[in-house]
């Protein structure tokens, strides 16, 4: 194994990554492009396929963190990921929570402004249940929530239902936004939304075994 692509969350960025240990993989970050208006998921995927030459790559996996982990998915779909690894995340629609589900036919989110998808940071903190709190407020505090309203909106609309091969799913038991639903994720007793940060000791050790397993 080569390359491991990282994609953060919604709204996050590489530092996200920061605390993970993986051996003997170089990690890269892929940074958000701005989308264009009303593109879709599909699209905005092949867009960073062609940016970092995902495609051009022999030996390589994916990381995908939150709405990351929804990116992670539709770039497997037209690229050759060795493995993907999805955490906190989902890897089809039907592991959408009820009301995302419901959202899908009340979905709002073009007509609000974008000042909406900056909530007060208390909010954040107890959604992500984050402990370290001055890493997310620094991260929050540099969020595009013009590009935070696009994601919003492709989350709530996503439709996926291809089974990706080699896909290791990594929940926390308490993830409040995107809990577990599949009979096989790996789950992190008492990982909370934010645990890619404070559980990244444990995670790195799934991640890291994983990967020696398959070669």
Not at 72 to 91: G, L, Q, R, W
Request: net charge positive; aromatic share 14%; charged share 25%.
């Amino acid at each position: 194994m080569k390359k491991l692509f990282c994609i953060s969350g919604l709204g996050a960025d590489q530092r996200v990554f920061q605390y993970l240990k993986i051996k003997n993989i170089e990690l890269i970050a892929v940074e958000w492009l701005q989308p264009f208006q009303k593109e879709s998921i599909k699209n905005y995927a092949a867009r960073l396929v062609k940016k970092y030459r995902i495609n051009q790559e022999e030996n390589f996996g994916l990381i995908g963190v939150s709405f990351g982990g929804l990116i992670a998915v539709e770039i497997a779909k037209i690229t050759k990921p060795k493995f993907i690894f999805s955490i906190s995340s989902i890897t089809t629609q039907k592991e959408k929570p009820f009301l995302l589900k419901i959202f899908k036919y009340f979905d709002f989110t073009p007509l609000l402004p974008s000042f909406f998808f900056k909530p007060p940071k208390i909010i954040f903190h107890f959604f992500m249940g984050a402990r370290k709190k001055k890493l997310l407020n620094s991260i929050l505090e540099d969020t595009d929530f013009i590009f935070a309203k696009w994601a919003v909106h492709e989350l709530v609309q996503w439709k996926n239902e291809t089974i990706i091969n080699n896909l290791y799913k990594i929940n926390g038991s308490r993830d409040k936004l995107l809990p577990s639903k599949g009979k096989k994720d790996i789950l992190i007793q008492g990982g909370e939304h934010f645990m890619i940060v404070d559980r990244a000791d444990e995670i790195s050790v799934i991640i890291n075994h994983k990967i020696k397993k398959l070669g």
